[in-house]
């Protein structure tokens, strides 16, 4: 059923046309725990694709990491297959949630997904953006540019993102190893995948980092590409834009839902490491090719550890309490 067809999406946190963070200010609350020390360490679970089966602790400091992991290149997370890919894990907006990335991840070795693609803005708010990045490279078969990937690059003027964004980028830029740069440095404004547009904010001037909110923006967004379907990010709120034959655009629930004939589609998948639509669950899209469907996948995560290690890196406290409340 549609949820609209005029209205504007319910809810966008802190951000303005132009594509960029807005200086809003947002209501801080208080975390229910102390900040914790810079450097203490997590554990990773037996048959982490980050650690094997060594279960000893990883210390994930602020201290900048090599660009180096030991992760097995026969692992069932490396898969990148254009030739068999029937189904498609589509994921964007990590924030260097190491965490929540994580748990995407084994949902997509557990669904049995054949390859992976990353819309965007690896990087950005959260306190891993080395080991995010890395583990992109190594599993994504495509990946396009985000703003805030962007940003840490220099590409992006960070004036009109607000206080809390642009302290991130700040301090991304400080620790981000040199490989990951040249990796987000490589990364297209937009692809192509079977028959999917794949672009972080819109197919309409994708370097403005322009959203899809309204049908109006969706209409524009769907004059300028050419392919039945096009899979965003961007704005954290996970939606659909239906177009059918008589020109006509809907407004549908991201959820499940089979691709009919003769429409065209506009699919956000949501965000894996700072969802806002006041779901704190990473999400991401899993796009069966053979079927002609999408689903959207929702997974709960270890939110303190993140939120620990955002203090611990030095990084706004309100980065840290909006991930408990999907905000």
């Known amino acids: 059923m549609p949820l609209f067809r ?37 554990q990773q679970p037996r048959n982490s694709f980050l650690g094997g089966d060594s279960p000893t602790p990883r210390n994930f ?48 070795d ?18 891993d953006p080395n080991l995010c990045v890395e ?7 495509a990946c ?36 990951a740069r040249a990796y987000l440095a490589r990364c297209p404004l937009k692809d192509t995948f079977e028959q999917a547009l ?11 980092w322009n959203y899809i909110f309204s049908v109006g923006d969706a209409h524009r967004a769907f004059d300028r590409f050419e392919e039945p379907l096009c899979f965003v990010g961007h704005s954290h709120v996970p939606v659909v834009f239906d177009l059918d034959s008589r020109g006509f655009v809907e407004v549908r629930e991201a959820s499940r839902l089979v691709f009919e004939p003769g429409h065209r589609y506009i699919v956000n998948v949501g965000s894996v490491g700072q969802p806002r639509d006041w779901d704190p669950r990473a999400a991401y899209g899993l796009w069966d090719t053979e079927k002609n469907s999408f689903e959207l996948r929702r997974l709960a995560y270890d939110v303190q550890t993140t939120q ?17 409340t999907g905000q």
């Open 144 to 179: 396009v540019a985000g703003n805030h990937d962007h940003a840490v690059l220099g590409q992006t003027d960070i004036t009109y993102f607000n206080t809390y964004a642009r302290e991130a980028v700040l301090w991304t830029r400080s620790v981000l190893a040199e490989e």
């Open 61 to 108: 400091g602020v201290t900048p990491r090599p660009f180096s992991l030991d992760i097995p290149q026969e692992h069932a997370y490396i898969r990148k297959n254009r030739e068999k890919a029937i189904l498609v894990a589509v994921i964007s907006d990590i924030h260097a949630n190491l965490e929540a990335l994580e748990a995407v991840l084994e949902d997509v």
């Open 6 to 42: 005029s209205q504007k999406l319910p809810h966008f946190s802190h951000v303005d046309r132009r594509g960029l963070e807005s200086s809003a200010t947002p209501n801080e609350s208080r975390l229910p725990f102390e900040p914790t020390s810079v450097g203490f360490h997590l």
């Open 198 to 208: 794949l672009v972080h904010g819109s197919p309409v001037d994708p370097e403005d």
């Open 110 to 127: 557990r669904v049995e997904a054949d390859t992976v693609l990353c819309l965007g803005d690896v990087v950005g708010y959260g306190p």
């Open 308 to 324: 620990r290690k955002i203090l611990a890196a030095g990084l706004p406290e309100f980065l840290a309490t909006r991930l408990a």
């Open 135 to 141: 583990i992109v490279s190594r599993v994504a078969l």
